[in-house]
C-alpha cells in the first residue's frame, strides 16, 4: 500500500507520537506509563478486534486534515490503585498525545477531535497507510496492546512531502486553472510600492576588484598590499542585492565609514 521511502518516512514520526501518547496516558494514570514493542504492521488480528474498542478521531492543521482510528482493548487498562482507565478516556488521551508528536515532528500545529466509535470491523483496516502496534501498561496489570490505523489522508501529511496514495488510486491530476489577464495588469506598476518598505535588503559598497592567480593568493600574509583596479579617490559601487544602483564617494561620519551618494544608476 506503500512505498519503502513513506514507510522509512513514517516509521521515524511514528516513534515521535507514540512518546506523546505515552506522556499524555501516564498523566491519566497518575504514574509512569511504560511503552514496548512499537512497530509497522500489515493488519489487525481478528481476535483482537473482537475484543476491542474502536473509535475514529480527526486531525485538523493549516497543513490539512486526516483520520486516525484508535483500537484499544474494551477492558480498559488498568492503573493502580485498582482503578480502571475506560477505553473513552484512553482513546482519546492517546489521540491527543499522538497529536501533540506529530505537530512536533512534522512542523504543524495539530489538533485532534474526540474519537467517534466505529463497529470492530476487520474491514476497517483497510482504509490505513499505515497500522502502528505498541503495548502500554502502568505497573498494576499485563500490558495492553494498542492498534492505531493512520489513514491515507493523514499518511500524507506525514511522508516527508511524498504522500502516501492507497492501493488501487492513482494521484488525482487535472489542469490549472488561471484567471484571465486583461488590460487592469498594465496598471500595476502603478501600485503602491510602499507596501515593500519594511523588506530588507543587503546593501554593498564595492571599493574595486582585482584578478589573481592562486600561487599570488597562497603568498598573502599580514602586511601584504591587493590592488585594485581604482585610481585612489575615484567613486564606489553601491549595489543593492548585487545590482548595481549607484555611485558615490567614501566619508568619515561619527569615526565610522559611509558612502555619500553621487549618482543613481539608470536602469
Known amino acids: 500500500m506503500t512505498t519503502n521511502t ?45 475484543a476491542s474498542t474502536v473509535a475514529r478521531a480527526m486531525f485538523q492543521s493549516d497543513a490539512g486534515s486526516g483520520g486516525l482510528v484508535v483500537v484499544v482493548p474494551t477492558s480498559g487498562l ?82 516527508a512531502g511524498e504522500p502516501v496514495t492507497p492501493a ?14 486583461g488590460a487592469s495588469v498594465a496598471g500595476g506598476n502603478q501600485r503602491d510600492l510602499y507596501l515593500l518598505a519594511d523588506v530588507p535588503m543587503n546593501v554593498t559598497v564595492e571599493l574595486g576588484r582585482a584578478v589573481m592567480q592562486v600561487r599570488d593568493l597562497l603568498s598573502l600574509q599580514e602586511g601584504s598590499i591587493v590592488e585594485l583596479d581604482r585610481a585612489a579617490g575615484a ?15 567614501v566619508v568619515v561620519v561619527d569615526d565610522e565609514l559611509g558612502v555619500r551618494i553621487t549618482e543613481i544608476v539608470e536602469r
Open 235 to 249: 567613486v564606489v559601487d553601491v549595489l543593492v542585492n548585487g545590482t548595481l544602483v549607484a555611485r558615490g564617494d
Open 78 to 159: 488498568a492503573a493502580p490503585g485498582a482503578t480502571v482507565i475506560e477505553p473513552a478516556v484512553l482513546i482519546d488521551a492517546l489521540a491527543g498525545g499522538a497529536a501533540t508528536g506529530l505537530s512536533r515532528a512534522v512542523g504543524a500545529s495539530f489538533q485532534a477531535s474526540p474519537g467517534e466509535a466505529l463497529p470492530a470491523d476487520p474491514g476497517i483496516t483497510g482504509m490505513a497507510a499505515h497500522i502502528v502496534k505498541f503495548a502500554i501498561g502502568t505497573g498494576a496489570g499485563a500490558p495492553v496492546l494498542v492498534h492505531w490505523i493512520v489513514e491515507a489522508s493523514l499518511g500524507a501529511l506525514t511522508s
Open 6 to 50: 513513506n514507510v522509512d518516512a513514517f516509521a521515524a514520526i511514528a516513534g515521535s507520537m507514540v512518546e506523546s501518547a505515552v506522556d499524555a496516558i501516564s498523566q491519566v494514570a497518575g504514574t509512569s506509563v511504560a511503552v514496548d514493542d512499537v512497530e509497522l504492521v500489515p493488519t489487525i488480528d481478528a481476535e483482537v478486534l473482537e
Open 168 to 181: 488501487g488510486e492513482g494521484p488525482s491530476v487535472a489542469p490549472a486553472t488561471l484567471p484571465e489577464f
